[in-house]
């Protein structure tokens, strides 16, 4: 264990460690099938307590700093700083990516425990804590634009379906311009 170790052997283990554990996550997530990131698994879904995002919204004030964390691309070069479009398959592909980052940055906030468990306490401690602040907002942000992207899917589909029935009724085709998205 690290504990025995001098300082100075011990950080630098720490930093190899960290090092290592952050690039496997990250080669995880981006190799990974992107079916192990389906909003549909169960830990992607809400829980009652997060108010679908509202928590977020009224408790962390997520708005007013979201912005000012710097953002990766996702897998393929996918950017999630602004939508690039309204069409059901872009959305989808949207939460998708905000479960693949919640996922990584998850897996990354995991090594905290372990440098707790591994190291003395005040060399755990002084290491699991920027762990944390560095990996944790970034989860609280994926799951509130997740919350946000899913209540604007289903409004896709209810103005689809809507405009399907209408064209049903009058045989006129719709007009291509049919959804548009109001920025929250």
Not at 28 to 45: D, E, G, W
Not at 103 to 119: E, Y
């Amino acid at each position: 264990m690290l504990r025995q170790q001098p300082f100075w052997n011990a950080l630098i283990l720490n930093i190899l460690l960290g090092t290592a554990w952050h690039t496997v996550t990250f080669l995880l997530c981006v190799y990974k099938n992107p079916a192990a990131f389906s909003p549909r698994r169960k830990i992607y879904h809400p829980r009652s307590w997060e108010r679908e995002g509202r928590l977020y919204a009224e408790m962390l004030r997520i708005n007013r700093w979201k912005d000012y964390l710097p953002r990766h691309n996702g897998k393929n070069g996918f950017s999630k700083e602004h939508l690039e479009g309204v069409s059901l398959e872009y959305i989808d592909r949207f939460i998708i990516e905000t479960c693949r980052g919640e996922w990584n940055h998850s897996m990354n906030c995991l090594l905290a425990p372990v440098l707790l468990i591994l190291n003395r306490p005040e060399l755990g401690f002084c290491l699991a804590i920027p762990i944390l602040i560095g990996n944790f907002p970034f989860v609280i942000i994926q799951r509130y634009n997740r919350f946000r992207l899913q209540r604007l899917r289903k409004r896709i589909l209810r103005r689809q379906k809507r405009l399907s029935l209408q064209t049903e009724e009058t045989g006129a085709v719709p007009p291509a311009a049919a959804v548009s998205v109001h920025k929250n």
